[in-house]
């Protein structure tokens, strides 16, 4: 894995940007399998392109595999900027969490192969993730982290738990929670669901 994205290398705009059908045959494949059972011949078929086109756009499948995480990320943003959390502050946890979560279900609703390809990155080599991490610095940053640290600070979690036990019970939640969810809910079901689950956290840890 070289770790080159080309068009951060030429300086111009991410080709999953302006070639949907590229990024939507990578994301099939990539929500479906990991990293290296991924077969870029399988991308290539779907969307009838030939090597030489591909090796245009991008070095390698790699390439390719980072270049579609920017593009999630921009769509992550541009889903998060046009529902906007009516929850600002920061300071009450559990009511940010809540909002995290209600907004996590709307996203993974607009778009579940997000989730699926969530779920096998979770699993991938740590090699792996230190070089997206290399490559998009932000998507190291641990925002949860600073929401734990500021709710201790606000006395908002028992002082027996240590600030790593409750980032992991958080984080086995926000990545798990919505297994617990069914398709056929409503919106108020899931509302409902999402105050339940949040209910049971605050009262372990509070």
């Known amino acids: 894995m070289t770790g080159k994205v080309k068009f951060m290398d030429d300086r ?5 940007v302006k070639e949907d059908k590229i990024f ?28 030489g086109s591909f090796y245009y756009r991008f070095y390698d499948k790699t390439d ?21 959390m009516p ?3 920061t300071s009450d946890f559990f009511g940010y969490l809540k909002q995290m979560s209600i907004m996590s279900l709307k996203y993974a609703h607009h778009e579940p192969r997000y989730s699926s390809f969530f779920r096998f990155y979770l699993s991938e080599s740590e090699s792996l ?12 940053k641990d925002f949860l982290m600073n929401l734990i640290e500021t709710g201790i600070s606000n006395r908002q979690f ?11 019970t958080v984080s086995i939640y926000l990545n798990n ?12 079901e899931l509302l409902n669901e999402v105050d339940q689950l949040i209910r049971f956290l605050k009262n372990g840890l509070s």
């Open 12 to 16: 111009g705009v991410n080709p999953l």
């Open 24 to 51: 939507q045959a990578a994301l099939d494949e990539f929500s479906c399998n990991n990293f290296e059972s991924a077969s870029l011949n399988s991308i290539l078929k779907a969307i009838k392109m030939n090597k």
């Open 64 to 84: 390719l595999y980072l270049s579609m995480i920017h593009k999630i990320g921009l769509d992550k943003l541009d889903f998060f900027m046009s529902h906007p």
């Open 87 to 89: 929850l600002t502050d």
């Open 129 to 140: 993730k230190n070089l997206i991490i290399s490559c998009f610095p932000d998507f190291g």
């Open 158 to 168: 028992d002082s027996k738990y240590s600030v790593e036990f409750i980032h992991t």
């Open 177 to 188: 929670f919505d297994k617990l969810i069914e398709p056929e809910m409503d919106e108020n």
